[in-house]
């Protein structure tokens, strides 16, 4: 009976979350929906082999505690990689920011859980450091296990959105541009956007229209989407095929302008945008921004670039006045009881 309760709730959520995603991909629920169907799912089949629900409780409690145990090394581990290959800029720095105040935290945690078992001691020095690091400790432990547990719900909704079956008959590709090499030459992180964007060109049954979409910075000789739409036509692309955004500054901007080109022009407007498989998620919220009904496919990078790139895509995300609220009340949610066991 419990194990058929446990499907069924794994049914609901994943039903659930089938309904918002085919609605809007870019809703920030559907991120914390996909966790907890997932979540649930993993529950339902622990308790199939362990036939007893507080056991497969337990058991998947164990499985996050153990990956939030692992992330911190990896993360600084890239964070080192991430310095030797790119550079010590403070955006290359984050990953290794982020490994460290999550080991803190970690560090945090096995620090409670031995004071609590030595909670009943009868040593006054012991008893009053943990009268005097108690709170801090706790408030340390928690807010990091939040912030790896909401980090890890985004992390896992970004990877979903790469693996999800996408159709192949678009009328038009937009394709985001990035910094250009010598201020004319496209970058390798430009040119795995460009290729993914031919690869989606040559396997459509109906070739859509390409428009690279970027403007000149003021560092940059050529506008992005001139040096874009240059190496596009290298590789054989009819020049009638290319169309050229040419103002934008930002990724919203590129949306925008690249919106305004469509809706000028006749026909189906059947629309896919390519951008780094890290940036797909925040540029399908800039499109719902801006009106535009699309489709997001992302390009590789690096290994080693992905980490930071998503730690980036995080924070901005939630440097969004309503999703910092969220976190902010998730995390006051969970320092909740701790708060009201100091108030009694």
């Known amino acids: 009976m419990e194990f058929t309760t446990a499907f069924a709730v794994s049914l609901f959520f994943w039903i659930l979350f089938y309904i918002c995603f085919s609605k809007d991909r870019s809703r920030y629920r559907n991120s914390y929906l996909l966790f907890l169907a997932l979540s649930s799912t993993l529950l339902a089949l622990l308790f199939s082999t362990v036939s007893y629900i507080n056991g497969a409780v337990v058991i998947l409690l164990l499985l996050i505690f153990l990956a939030i145990l692992i992330v911190p090394f990896f ?4 964070g080192i990689v991430m310095i030797r290959n790119e ?19 970690e560090i945090a945690t096995f620090l409670v859980v031995a004071l609590s078992i ?9 008893l009053n450091f943990i009268s005097v690091a108690g709170t801090p400790l706790i408030i340390t432990s928690i807010s990091v296990i939040y912030l790896s547990v909401s980090f890890l719900i985004f992390m ?21 541009g990035a910094g250009l090499l010598d201020g ?3 970058s390798k992180l430009l040119s795995d956007r460009i290729d993914k964007a031919l690869d989606v060109y040559h396997k459509d049954p109906t070739p859509p229209f390409l428009i690279p979409s970027g403007g000149q910075g003021d560092d940059e000789k050529v506008s992005e989407a001139s040096a874009m739409a240059a190496y596009i036509k290298e590789k054989g692309i009819p020049e009638d095929k290319i169309i050229i955004e040419d103002r934008s500054k930002t990724t919203y901007e590129n949306l925008l302008n690249s919106k305004k080109i469509i809706d000028e022009r006749d026909g189906d ?6 951008t780094s498989n890290y940036h797909v998620y925040r540029a399908l919220r800039h ?18 670039y992905w980490p930071s790139a998503l730690i980036r895509e995080y ?19 969970c320092l909740a009881p701790f708060i009201y066991s100091l108030a009694r």
């Open 315 to 333: 924070i901005a995300v939630h440097a969004e006045k309503k999703h910092l609220l969220i976190l902010i009340l998730g995390w006051l949610l």
């Open 75 to 78: 993360l600084i581990h890239n």
């Open 87 to 105: 550079g010590r800029s403070l955006q290359n720095l984050l990953s290794l920011f982020f490994g460290i105040t999550i080991a803190l935290g």
């Open 287 to 304: 499109a719902k921004k801006v009106g535009l009904k699309c489709t997001g496919i992302g390009s590789r990078v690096a290994f080693y």
């Open 118 to 126: 030595m909670s009943d001691t009868k040593d006054q020095q012991i």
């Open 184 to 186: 004319q030459r496209v």
């Open 269 to 274: 407007k059947y629309i896919a945008l390519v």
């Open 156 to 176: 896992l909704y970004t990877l979903f959105l790469q693996i999800i079956p996408k159709k192949k008959d678009f009328d038009y590709v937009i394709i985001h």
